[in-house]
């Protein structure tokens, strides 16, 4: 009977800790991405005078929202995880992301909806704080693979998400014999998607707890609430036992501030890591614009129903969960992280140019007929699978650019950067899509096709600047980075500690 026999250097063991961080990141993903497919139909629901034409300007800043949110707070969840540690962050990001949820199913309006991704974001540090035990936790000669679980697990939230939210929305429409309009989902007729999404991600929230913490000295989170622990009985009390901080502790604190900030302003007077930054954070702008725009332009040109966007988008999943554990280790292996995510960015900067054209035979009416769906699965794959292989070459890049210490940091700051370029993205893809659609004008490219061109270039811009990082980012770095020297001086300095082989192949 054959056996199956681990890489070497990896444990199964490292395997276990591998696919819980996954099944975390997964619970995650799922309450980011069932909303994809169901986005115009959700505004139109909650807002039903809006004109038609209108409706992508409201769904893209339904679609930025969380980005808005996460923008706000990935530095401090980086700042925070590199302190107490990683597992706080993860268990307290997907709690909330499941209890805001659930409120999205309630939201009286698309202002309240908004709030709710908002608050979302501004609560979830789980991708960026999974990236670094990612890393951290990986054998050497691994991370690779390590890192892609993480894209295995938003692969596969892409699949399950997008048709829960495709399948399970508006039950007394699609389902009248079983859920009636009179019925509690006849009146929130989002609210079962939201429910099972929500309920998945507490689930999947408990394998955190069975992590462990890939920080050395982290700082019980119980600390920030020390101050309670005594349980005071008058304010006075409290007042005096607050006063017995001394001033060596304060001191303490100034100087941890001081050096977060040195930090910050460190890793930005590095080359390669404002490079790194740079390239995530334009296609992270790029993909969320043609994700927004995507799901419009299939609803409104294609005609397409929630049901048919869940498959398209789904069958994108079933591609990149494929990709990620089979291909894209030899991928990134044969053409180096660096060309790898040039090359995913600029193949899906072709294919989201060709997608809009599929409309020259769109119906008059939904739904859209079956070959136009398996035609725009199969792009919509395609696109969706290199354009994650070049954001898991990212992630280790950004990991690459820093040392452990940095990691937590270096990954708040590109989600920080990341997030606000993926807030922009939407508002930007549905505006012109809008626009597009209302103008008087409609030559080409002043029409529907506008968002795919613009995203299109932007995907390009994308490319080349990952084709133009330092070579020195093939390796991690060993040190921190310290104010006055980049990323290639580093690791020059760390390479010339090495022997001469892996010097020539690695520097």
Request: hydrophobic content about 45%; overall charge neutral.
């Amino acid at each position: 009977m054959p056996t199956f026999s681990l890489p070497a250097g990896l444990t199964r063991q490292d395997v276990l800790r591998m696919i819980l961080l996954s099944t975390v990141s997964l619970g995650n993903a799922l309450c980011i991405t069932f909303m994809f497919p169901i986005l115009y139909f959700y505004v139109r629901h909650l807002a039903p005078a809006t004109p038609e034409e209108d409706i992508g300007y409201i769904a893209g800043w339904l679609a930025a929202a969380f980005m808005i949110g996460r923008a706000v707070g990935a530095v401090p969840w980086g700042w925070f995880s590199d302190i107490y540690g990683r597992k706080p962050v993860l268990i307290f990001g997907v709690v909330m992301m499941a209890v805001t949820t659930f409120g999205i199913g309630v939201a009286p309006s698309v202002g309240a909806a908004i709030g709710l991704r908002v608050l979302a974001g501004l609560c979830n540090g789980v991708t960026s704080v999974a990236k670094a035990m990612a890393g951290e936790m990986a054998p050497k000669g691994h991370q690779v693979l390590s890192m892609s679980t993480i894209g295995a697990s938003w692969g596969t939230g892409i699949i399950v998400g997008p048709a829960l939210g495709g399948v399970l929305a508006q039950p007394a429409e699609q389902y009248p014999s079983t859920f009636s309009q009179d019925s509690l989902l006849g009146q929130f007729p989002f609210l079962l998607p939201c429910l099972v999404c929500g309920g998945l991600s507490l689930l999947a929230a408990l394998s955190a707890f069975a992590l462990p913490e890939t920080l050395p000295g982290a700082k019980p989170v119980s600390n920030i609430f020390a101050c309670f622990g005594s349980q005071p009985t008058s304010f006075k009390q409290f007042e005096d036992e607050e006063m017995e901080v001394t001033g060596e502790e304060e001191d303490k604190n100034n100087e941890s501030k001081s050096e977060q900030t040195k930090g910050i302003r460190a890793l930005f007077q590095s080359p390669a890591c404002r490079g790194v930054l740079l390239m995530y954070s334009v296609w992270g702008f790029a993909d969320m614009s043609h994700l927004e725009t995507t799901s419009l332009w299939g609803a409104q040109s294609m005609h397409m129903t929630p049901a048919q966007l869940g498959v398209v988008t789904s069958a994108a999943g079933f591609s990149i969960l494929a990709a990620q554990v089979t291909i894209l280790p030899k991928f990134s292996k044969v053409f180096g992280l660096r060309r790898a995510a040039a090359i995913g960015t600029g193949i899906s900067a072709i294919i989201i140019f060709a997608l809009p054209w599929l409309d020259r035979s769109a119906p008059a009416s939904p739904p859209a007929p079956n070959w136009a769906v398996i035609v725009m699965a199969v792009l919509f794959s395609i696109r969706q699978t290199l354009g994650l292989a070049a954001f898991t070459c990212m992630f280790v890049l950004i990991n690459n650019s820093v040392s452990v210490t940095q990691r937590g940091m270096m990954n708040g700051l590109a989600m920080a950067t990341g997030s606000a370029t993926k807030a922009a993205g939407p508002v930007f893809g549905g505006s012109l899509f809008s626009f597009g659609l209302s103008n008087g004008i409609q030559k080409y490219p002043i029409t529907p096709h506008l968002p795919f061109v613009a995203t299109c270039l932007i995907a390009a811009l994308s490319s080349v600047i990952a084709y133009r990082l330092p070579k020195g980012l093939e390796c991690a770095l060993d040190a921190p980075i310290t104010e006055g020297k980049d990323r290639v001086t580093e690791i020059k300095e760390d390479v010339a500690d090495s022997d001469s082989t892996q010097s020539n192949g690695q520097a």
